[in-house]
């Protein structure tokens, strides 16, 4: 029985479910968007936001802990050097997953998930409503 185990199987054992996200979050950080399933983006998610909030504190022992899920050396500077910084003062949330459709030859459900432009804009202020004069 599999009480209290999270996340979906993929159809793999927990090795390959491992370097199916390692490989997915190193493309993602070097292009930035990828497209795969709908349930591979789905668990990628979370996955990637946690090394973008390792990136974040910029450390040494965090850059270890990171580079443990992305063997990539470029990846790795990619996003301690670019990611971290860009989303600083973004408190979570650095992905966008966008549905596509089903694919043609098994008819999967396709999804795109890229990482997000920059930190959010601040609210524009409301402006009050233009009072308007009666004309007689």
Do not use: C, W
């Not at 946690?50 to 974040?56: E, F, M, N």
């Not at 989303?87 to 030859?105: D, E």
Request: hydrophobic share 40%; aromatic share 2%.
């Amino acid at each position: 029985m599999r009480h209290g185990k999270g996340g979906r199987q993929l159809r793999r054992t927990s090795e390959q479910r491992l370097a199916l996200l390692r490989n997915l979050a190193m493309s993602l950080v070097e292009h930035g968007a990828i497209e795969t399933t709908e349930a591979k983006a789905k668990e990628l998610r979370p996955f990637v936001e946690r090394l973008i909030t390792k990136a974040r504190t910029g450390t040494l022992h965090a850059r270890r802990l990171a580079g443990a899920d992305v063997p990539n050396r470029r990846a790795a500077d990619k996003l301690f050097q670019e990611l971290g910084p860009r989303f600083a003062s973004r408190p979570g949330g650095y992905t966008r997953i966008l549905k596509l459709g089903h694919r043609k030859g098994d008819g999967a459900d396709l999804a795109r998930i890229e990482l997000l432009d920059a930190a959010p804009a601040a609210k524009a202020p409301k402006r009050a409503k233009a009072k308007r004069e009666k004309t007689a």
